[in-house]
């Protein structure tokens, strides 16, 4: 709608230049400038909104919200009566909340709100918050200082005042226009019918967007205190922090809520190849070297707590995982080789599988437990992963094998040829009675672990997504990376995977094989190969990693949209 009032201000100042009636010209200008609708443009009002608060100006605040109440809002079905109070009390916290940088402002709120205010419920508590000394560290108000919970409330705002502006504009249409089905303007602007209220709550209630749209990007951050290639980017346990491995070895710890903030940095003279959080406790970070030791850092002392040398004959630490218990972890030890994680186009790739061992250490004595037999032979294992309990272990191996063990028994339960080529990623399906892979033949598949490592389902998908990864350079310079961090993640319900892309992040809903993936979102914002991502999720908001050649992080919010 705002795109046709745009149009028709535009039409109406052509015919004042026009007939030279400047005088007029200039009255319509202003009384632009002082529109309150701000054309319908949601952008427009939203930022009207924002300038309200920031100026702690809350009687133009209130009058502006109750202009919208009276001229747009009032005009809606009851039933939406309670998303605009909700809206409202929303929009008065963010104000709140901006407020307690300066109290007198904060008191203020409450002196002129409190008899609209103290008789509803769910400001009760809101009236002890100007007493309280660090109310951004007190429970009951710490998640409205959020970066996720702003950026939830300012998208669900936008989205709803965007589907109001269609529904007026659709109701507003001569009838013609709205059967001209042929018109691909009329096409992309229109809503359900209006009279199936039910479909018309279940757009309002995802937020404007169509049903079949899972995600709305919130915001997009970028890290960039590396200055080499990532190879390893992961999210702890708890989602607070993320450790992130270049290749040069440099390790970066790093917040992301409230703000953007590196904790610790680990520079380790030998190369360092992989990284694992530890599940508990959460502040331990694993770290594989190329030289056979694994160290034991803790992020929160910054000091290394045990240095293990694990194996000579198999030096390169390829992948490390914890048990959920937080009791021991598993180890992969490979040969050397002749590659390294990056190595120039045209040099050679080893041709047969690298020797390797897979090792199970206890994480108190800091002792190897075991060696786990790897069937038909001794081989580099590329990735390792967990099962929710630990009882199961799933290992992907330069000879194409996956293994499955039984951590129980410490004994291999289930092994199959799944890729042609090298297994570079695997992991446990949501409800782990599968596991998908990626090869270096291009393909992911899902595997039933019930029926000996039947497909279930086989996807393609580009070379962006499986590497190995190319960045080209001056003068034809290509630099290639080998897959080395976890190339797919799923979101919090199991329903839909992010790859890696060319410039950034994919996000694919997994349908059955024979509809193959469908593309919902892609993330964007890199310049080189995404090379490793991760994806984190907690309550209605995820928060997506996507770590490229360049040494750029991306850290996108996104918002799941429930229907």
Not at 225 to 244: F, N, Q
Not at 481 to 506: I, K, M, W, Y
């Amino acid at each position: 709608m705002a795109s046709a009032v745009e149009r028709t201000d535009d039409l109406v100042r052509e015919y004042l230049i026009y007939r030279g009636f400047t005088s007029t010209l200039k009255h319509l200008d202003s009384e632009i400038k002082a529109d309150k609708e701000k054309g319908f443009r949601v952008d427009k009002i939203i930022d009207q909104l924002q300038q309200l608060i920031q100026s702690f100006d809350l009687t133009g605040l209130k009058e502006y919200w109750t202009y919208l109440d009276r001229r747009l809002f009032s005009r809606l079905e009851d039933v939406y009566r309670p998303t605009v109070n909700k809206l409202r009390t929303s929009l008065y916290r963010f104000y709140i909340i901006h407020t307690v940088q300066n109290t007198e402002k904060t008191q203020e709120f409450f002196l002129k709100q409190v008899l609209e205010l103290q008789a509803q419920p769910e400001w009760r508590d809101w009236f002890a918050l100007p007493f309280i000394p660090a109310p951004e560290q007190n429970p009951s108000f710490s998640p409205y200082f959020s970066r996720q919970w702003a950026d939830t409330f300012l998208v669900s705002l936008h989205n709803f005042l965007s589907v109001l502006f269609q529904c007026m504009h659709i109701q507003t249409l001569p009838s013609s226009e709205k059967k001209n089905d042929s018109d691909p303007e009329t096409q992309t602007e229109a809503l359900p019918d209006q009279t199936d209220s039910t479909n018309q709550t279940r757009v309002c209630d995802v937020g404007g967007a169509s049903v079949e749209q899972p995600f709305i990007k919130l915001s997009q951050e970028e890290y960039i205190e590396h200055h080499s290639s990532i190879m390893h980017c992961r999210v702890d346990c708890s989602g607070r922090r993320v450790a992130s491995l270049d290749v040069d070895g440099v390790v970066k710890v790093w917040a992301f809520n409230p703000i953007m903030q590196t904790k610790a940095t680990i520079m380790s003279k030998s190369p360092l190849l992989s990284l694992e959080w530890a599940a508990k406790p959460d502040r331990l970070l694993l770290l594989g070297s190329g030289v056979g030791t694994v160290k034991l850092y803790d992020t929160d002392a910054k000091k290394s707590l045990y240095e293990m040398t694990i194996d000579d004959i198999h030096p390169r630490i390829l992948s490390l995982a914890c048990s959920p218990s937080g009791t021991s972890f598993v180890c992969s030890a490979a040969a050397p080789a002749a590659q390294s994680g990056v190595v120039m186009e045209g040099e050679a790739r080893v041709s047969a599988p690298v020797s390797g061992q897979l090792l199970l250490w206890d994480t108190k004595t800091v002792k190897q437990q075991l060696q786990f037999a790897l069937e038909p032979g001794p081989v580099a294992i590329n990735c390792t992963a967990f099962n929710h309990n630990g009882n199961l272990l799933v290992t992907g191996a330069a000879d194409g094998m996956i293994r499955l063990f039984d951590m129980q028994r410490y004994e291999s339960a289930l092994s199959w040829k799944a890729h042609d080529g090298e297994v570079y990623s695997v992991e446990f399906s949501y409800d782990e009675n599968t596991v998908f892979s990626i090869g270096e033949d291009g393909k992911f598949v899902q595997w039933n672990i019930h029926r000996c490592g039947v497909k279930q389902s086989e996807y393609s998908l580009s070379q962006d997504a499986v590497g190995p990864f190319v960045l080209s350079g001056y003068s034809g310079y290509k630099q290639v990376q080998v897959p080395r961090g976890r190339l797919f993640a799923f979101d919090s319900e199991g329903q839909h995977v992010l790859t890696c892309s060319s410039n950034g992040g994919n996000i694919y809903r997994l349908n059955k094989a024979d509809a193959g993936l469908e593309s919902v979102l892609s993330l964007g914002g890199h310049k080189a190969p995404v090379v490793t991502v991760d994806w984190c999720s907690a309550m209605d908001c995820g928060t997506c990693l996507t770590a490229s050649m360049d040494g750029k992080i991306k850290l996108s919010t996104l918002l799941a949209q429930k229907p």
